[in-house]
């Protein structure tokens, strides 16, 4: 059986190669009538373009690559969610979106980031909360390749962030006003981790939040009643709890900013010592996973508008790789208070 040839597909369409080339790669300007013409030709065909060797021509991969740590994060899924909605709403089903786990090892990261970049094998790289070295940074916007980090900044690349000082000053000052003055605060991992060689500016930035908001109604920060997770899971979120537990300090409110997966694991681990939450201890998480709504109790959160976060990466790439915009952006999105059961 021979090979089908883009200028097979002209021939059954009844239009020009380069006619059918613009649609494969959604360019240019054509009537309904000619998109669908093509578009049925190609699946009569069973026409399947060589990406390999369109990219060794010079021209594009049509690849998105998309990069987190673990795909098995609520978070992660939320905002590769937001991505693909947001490729559909503006019809872009040209590109390939290809996702990509480091498994929170950073030689894979450098490795991967590396391979994708050098080996032209994406147009653009949207990372969720990994972050590029900065060596590796410049190498992309000498090579005029799109970057975007979601929920992580580095110099020279685009951004897409939620204001995490204000949703961390909110989750505490609601605890505040229900009531709680003796408050802990459980935080993601602090300087150097397995996500990261630096620490994420999102740590500090909650927890500056969290001062603050103690300041604001007068009540003193204790470092000790500080705790920092590992990872962001349910495990962290346990031993957490059996730390702060195991001080003595009775608190009567802990803001959770390591996430709602971890504060499920501080419910969990709760339950075990037999302290009520809200009536001993109220909890709020942070970023209203799908989950939160329906653990028990249901969990007082700050929503992160995290399928809006998928949507404005997106929409940075495309404006990126169709020479609408030269500059890095940098987007910050609001946070929202969820009051439920919990606190």
Same mark, same amino acid.
């Given at each position: 059986m021979k090979n089908i040839t883009i200028r097979d597909v002209a021939k059954l369409a009844g239009v020009s190669h380069v006619t059918v080339s613009n649609v494969i790669n959604g360019r240019g300007r054509m009537s309904a009538e000619t998109k669908e013409k093509v578009l049925k030709a190609v699946k009569k065909l069973k026409f399947y373009p060589d990406v390999m060797a369109r990219t060794l021509a010079g021209g594009r991969s049509n690849n998105i690559a998309l990069i987190s740590s673990?795909? &098995? &994060?609520?978070?992660?899924?939320?905002?590769?969610? %937001?991505?693909?909605?947001?490729?559909? /709403?503006?019809?872009?089903?040209? !590109?390939?979106?290809?996702?990509?786990?480091?498994? %929170?090892? +950073?030689s894979v990261k450098e490795d991967l980031l590396k391979s994708i970049l050098y080996g032209k094998k994406a147009d653009a790289v949207i990372t969720v909360t990994v972050k590029p070295s900065a060596e590796l940074v410049k190498e992309f916007s000498k090579r005029g390749m799109p970057l975007v980090i979601i929920e992580n900044k580095a110099a020279g690349a685009s951004s897409v962030t939620v204001d995490n000082y204000k949703g961390a000053f909110m989750a505490t000052e609601h605890l505040i006003k229900s009531g709680r003055k003796k408050l802990a605060i459980v935080n %993601?991992?602090? %300087? &150097?981790?397995?996500?990261?060689?630096? /620490?994420?500016?999102?740590? &500090?930035?909650? +927890?500056?939040g969290f001062k603050d908001a103690l300041e604001e109604y007068n +009540?003193? !920060?204790?470092?000790k009643m500080s705790y920092h997770v590992a990872f962001y899971n349910r495990e962290e979120g346990e031993k957490a709890m059996q730390r702060i537990n195991n001080t003595g300090t009775r608190v009567n409110g802990i803001f959770c900013a390591a996430g709602d997966t971890t504060a499920l694991g501080i419910i969990y681990q709760c339950r075990q010592y037999g302290i009520k939450i809200p009536q001993d201890v109220a909890l709020a998480g942070y970023d209203d996973i799908s989950i939160a709504g329906i653990m028990t109790p249901p969990l007082t959160t700050i929503r992160q508008p995290m399928a809006e976060m998928g949507k404005a990466a997106f929409d940075i790439v495309m404006a990126a790789m169709e020479g609408k915009v030269k500059k890095p952006a940098d987007i910050v999105l609001q946070p929202e208070l969820i009051k439920r059961e919990s606190a």
């Amino acid at each position: 059986m021979k090979n089908i040839t883009i200028r097979d597909v002209a021939k059954l369409a009844g239009v020009s190669h380069v006619t059918v080339s613009n649609v494969i790669n959604g360019r240019g300007r054509m009537s309904a009538e000619t998109k669908e013409k093509v578009l049925k030709a190609v699946k009569k065909l069973k026409f399947y373009p060589d990406v390999m060797a369109r990219t060794l021509a010079g021209g594009r991969s049509n690849n998105i690559a998309l990069i987190s740590s673990y795909l &098995s &994060s609520p978070f992660v899924i939320n905002i590769l969610s %937001g991505v693909e909605r947001r490729q559909a /709403e503006l019809n872009k089903f040209a !590109y390939r979106l290809e996702h990509h786990s480091t498994r %929170g090892a +950073l030689s894979v990261k450098e490795d991967l980031l590396k391979s994708i970049l050098y080996g032209k094998k994406a147009d653009a790289v949207i990372t969720v909360t990994v972050k590029p070295s900065a060596e590796l940074v410049k190498e992309f916007s000498k090579r005029g390749m799109p970057l975007v980090i979601i929920e992580n900044k580095a110099a020279g690349a685009s951004s897409v962030t939620v204001d995490n000082y204000k949703g961390a000053f909110m989750a505490t000052e609601h605890l505040i006003k229900s009531g709680r003055k003796k408050l802990a605060i459980v935080n %993601g991992p602090v %300087g &150097s981790s397995v996500y990261d060689e630096e /620490e994420n500016p999102v740590v &500090s930035e909650r +927890l500056k939040g969290f001062k603050d908001a103690l300041e604001e109604y007068n +009540l003193k !920060y204790d470092d000790k009643m500080s705790y920092h997770v590992a990872f962001y899971n349910r495990e962290e979120g346990e031993k957490a709890m059996q730390r702060i537990n195991n001080t003595g300090t009775r608190v009567n409110g802990i803001f959770c900013a390591a996430g709602d997966t971890t504060a499920l694991g501080i419910i969990y681990q709760c339950r075990q010592y037999g302290i009520k939450i809200p009536q001993d201890v109220a909890l709020a998480g942070y970023d209203d996973i799908s989950i939160a709504g329906i653990m028990t109790p249901p969990l007082t959160t700050i929503r992160q508008p995290m399928a809006e976060m998928g949507k404005a990466a997106f929409d940075i790439v495309m404006a990126a790789m169709e020479g609408k915009v030269k500059k890095p952006a940098d987007i910050v999105l609001q946070p929202e208070l969820i009051k439920r059961e919990s606190a």
